[in-house]
C-alpha cells in the first residue's frame, strides 16, 4: 500500500519518536521565526485564537492589531513592497477572510510577496455552514499565486516553507494558508523547519535563453528609434543596477509603467517620464515611433498601451523580458520572448553588448533623441500656481523638491493625487513609490505608510491621499497611535472624488453623479481625537512650511488637509478607446504628436 503524504518513512518516524509534540499554533509561530518573520498585521477571531495563544507566549514576532482585515493585508503589502520581504498577515475565518480578500487581489495585481494566514472551522465542520465558515480557498483562488488548505497537522511546517518559497520566486505574488482550527490546536513531533523545499511542479525560469538574448542584442544594435520600457518586475528582480547600466551604455531612452517608477533615476536625461494613460507627451509619442521597443518586467496593459490596434498599426519590434511566461504576448505580440529572471537576463544582455563588435548608428540615435527634446518640450506637465488657490501639483512638486537626497518613502491612495505624485515627485531610487497600480485600490494609502513605516522606521514616509480614499481605511489612524507609526499624511482635498469627477467632465457632459464630497469631516479635529497632528492649509504661501514643519516632528503622525482647487484635472490624459499618441492635454496644447 502507498504511503500518504503525511505519513513518516521509517527512519523520519524514529526522529520524530524522540522530538517534543508541539500544538500546531506553536509549530506555525516557530515556522515564521524560522523565515525571519519580524512583523504579523492581523485581527483576532475564534478560528485563530490558538494562534493568538502562541503569538501571546512569546517576544520575537511583533503583532500588530489593526482596525479592519483589508488593512492588515494592505500593511504587510506596504512592507513587503519597501523593503522586499514577504509581508505576513493573520485573519479569522469567515468575514475576517473575506474582507482580506481586496487585500490579497491588490498584492496579486502588482506582484508583491505576502503570505496570508487565515483561520477556518475544524475540519469536520467543513463544508456544513458552520458558523463564520467560507470556502477561502475557493474565493481567493482567482487572486492569489497559490492557497492552501492545511488538514493535517503534520504538514503545516512544510506547507509554511512552501508558501513562504512560493510567494518569493518566480513572478512574486501572496499565497493563502487556510488553517482549519482544530489543525492548531492539534499536536506532532517538531523535527525543525525545513531547510529547503522542492516542488516538482513549481520551477519558475531564472535565466534568459542565450539565442534569444543574442537575437534581441542584433535587434537593439540595429535600432535607429530605440525605446527602453521598465515595469515594475525590475524592481522585484532587484535589476535597477543592470538597468541604469545598460541605459549609460547604449544612450537609449528610457520610460517607466506607474511601477516602474524609481528604477531609473528620474532626474537623468535618458529617462523621460511615466508612459500611459496619464505619461508624459515624450513618453508616450518616443514609444509608439520606436522602431524596437525593449520591455523589461512591464505589461502591455490597457493604461499602458491604449487602443492596442492603434498600437500595433505601427511597425516596429517588441524585446519582451519577463519572469512570467504568461505575461508576454498576452496583448501585444512579442517578436523576441525571453522568459527569465530581469536581473539575470539583463547581466547577459549587457555582457553580450559589451563584447560585441559594433555598435548602434550614432547619426540615426541622436536624430531619435533631437526628436524626443521637441515632444520633451511641449512640457505636458505644466501647470501654473498663478492664484490664491492651492493647486495640488503644486503640493506635489514642493514636496518632491523639499525631499530630494532625502531618506523618504511616498505611498499613495488612488486617484488624481496618485496620478499627480506619479508625474511630479522625482523617484530616484526604487521601492520609494508604493501604491497600487493593478487593482487601482482605494483606501491603501494610510495602511501602506503603517507597513512601510514598520520596515523602514528611521526614513519619513508620507501617504499621499484625498479626502475620498483616506476615509475608507481612516480607523487605521487608531493603529499609528497604538504601535508609534509616526507618518505624515497629505491630503489633497478637493471636496470630490476627484478622478471619477474628471471623467464626468470630459465624458458625461459635467453631469458630477454623487461625486462632491457634500459630508466631509474636520479632518484636523478627526487626527488630534486619534492622539494626532493635525494642519489645515489653506494659502499656497503655507505650502511649504507645512510639509517641513509636518518632517521636523518625528515622533507623531501629521494629518495635513490641503484645500485643493476642485477644478484642476490631470493632463496629460488617454482617454478610453485611444491610441497613447492621441493625448488630452492642458487646454490651449495641441493634443497629438
Wanted: proline content about 5%; overall charge neutral.
Amino acid at each position: 500500500m502507498p504511503r500518504s503524504h503525511s505519513e513518516p518513512t521509517p527512519a523520519a518516524a524514529a526522529q520524530q519518536a524522540k522530538a517534543p509534540e508541539l500544538r500546531g499554533a506553536e509549530i506555525l509561530v516557530r515556522s515564521l521565526q524560522a523565515e525571519g518573520v519580524k512583523y504579523i498585521w492581523g485581527y483576532p477571531g475564534g478560528s485563530v485564537l490558538h494562534i493568538y495563544d502562541a503569538l501571546y507566549k512569546q517576544k520575537e514576532l511583533q503583532h500588530i492589531l489593526v482596525r479592519h482585515e483589508q488593512a492588515a493585508v494592505h500593511a504587510a503589502d506596504g512592507y513587503a513592497r519597501a523593503t522586499g520581504d514577504v509581508g505576513v498577515a493573520l485573519v479569522t475565518s469567515g468575514p475576517g477572510a473575506t474582507n482580506a480578500i481586496t487585500g490579497i487581489a491588490t498584492a496579486y495585481m502588482d506582484s508583491v510577496p505576502l503570505v496570508v494566514l487565515t483561520g477556518q472551522v475544524p475540519c469536520a465542520d467543513i463544508g456544513l455552514d458552520a458558523f463564520q465558515e467560507c470556502d477561502t480557498v475557493g474565493i481567493s483562488r482567482h487572486a492569489v499565486k497559490h492557497n492552501f488548505l492545511v488538514k493535517d497537522v503534520r504538514d503545516l511546517a512544510l506547507t509554511v516553507k512552501k508558501a513562504f518559497h512560493i510567494a518569493r520566486t518566480g513572478r512574486p505574488g501572496p499565497v493563502v494558508v487556510d488553517l482549519p482550527k482544530d489543525v492548531t490546536f492539534n499536536r506532532a513531533p517538531w523535527t525543525g523547519y525545513p531547510e529547503t523545499v522542492r516542488m516538482r511542479s513549481y520551477n519558475p525560469v531564472r535565466k534568459g535563453h542565450s539565442g534569444q538574448i543574442r537575437k534581441a542584442l542584433g535587434l537593439l544594435l540595429e535600432a535607429k528609434r530605440p525605446y527602453i520600457y521598465v515595469g515594475g518586475g525590475v524592481i522585484s528582480a532587484g535589476a535597477c543596477e543592470q538597468l541604469r547600466e545598460l541605459a549609460a551604455l547604449t544612450g537609449f531612452p528610457v520610460a517607466s509603467s506607474l511601477m516602474g517608477l524609481g528604477a531609473f533615476p528620474a532626474s537623468d536625461r535618458q529617462f523621460l517620464g511615466l508612459e500611459g494613460m496619464h505619461g508624459t507627451f515624450e513618453a508616450n509619442c518616443a514609444m509608439y515611433e520606436s522602431d524596437v521597443l525593449l520591455n523589461v518586467g512591464a505589461r502591455f496593459s490597457d493604461r499602458s498601451i491604449g487602443n492596442v490596434k492603434h498600437f500595433m498599426g505601427r511597425e516596429r519590434q517588441i524585446i519582451h523580458i519577463d519572469v512570467d511566461p504568461s505575461s508576454i504576448a498576452k496583448r501585444v505580440r512579442a517578436d523576441i520572448p525571453i522568459v527569465g529572471d530581469a536581473k539575470q537576463v539583463l547581466t547577459d544582455l549587457i555582457a553580450a553588448w559589451r563584447e560585441a563588435a559594433r555598435r548602434p548608428d550614432e547619426a540615426a540615435l541622436a536624430e531619435w533623441w533631437q526628436r524626443i527634446e521637441q515632444w520633451r518640450g511641449k512640457d505636458s506637465l505644466r501647470y501654473e500656481q498663478d492664484s490664491d488657490i492651492i493647486k495640488p501639483q503644486f503640493v506635489i512638486e514642493t514636496l518632491s523638491r523639499i525631499t530630494q537626497g532625502e531618506d523618504v518613502y511616498i505611498t499613495s491612495d488612488v486617484g488624481q493625487h496618485q496620478m499627480w505624485a506619479a508625474q511630479l515627485y522625482k523617484f530616484e531610487q526604487p521601492r520609494r513609490w508604493i501604491n497600487s497600480g493593478g487593482l487601482g485600490t482605494m483606501g491603501v494609502g494610510l495602511p501602506y505608510a503603517m507597513g512601510v513605516k514598520k520596515g523602514r522606521p528611521d526614513s519619513d514616509v508620507f501617504c499621499v491621499t484625498s479626502e475620498g480614499s483616506i476615509q475608507m481605511c481612516i480607523q487605521e489612524l487608531a493603529t499609528c497611535q497604538q504601535y508609534g507609526t509616526p507618518v505624515k499624511i497629505v491630503a489633497l482635498n478637493n471636496s470630490y472624488l476627484g478622478m471619477v469627477r474628471q471623467w464626468q467632465e470630459l465624458q458625461y457632459d459635467r453631469r458630477y453623479s454623487h461625486t462632491p464630497m457634500e459630508a466631509v469631516p474636520d479632518f484636523v479635529k478627526l487626527a488630534e481625537a486619534y492622539g494626532h497632528v493635525g494642519m489645515r492649509i489653506e494659502k499656497p504661501a503655507d505650502v511649504e512650511p507645512a510639509l517641513r514643519e509636518a518632517r521636523a516632528i518625528k515622533d507623531r503622525t501629521v494629518f495635513m488637509d490641503f484645500r485643493t482647487d476642485s477644478s484642476e484635472n490631470v493632463f496629460p490624459m488617454v482617454m478610453p478607446g485611444a491610441g497613447i499618441t492621441e493625448m488630452l492635454l492642458r487646454p490651449g496644447s495641441e493634443s497629438k504628436a
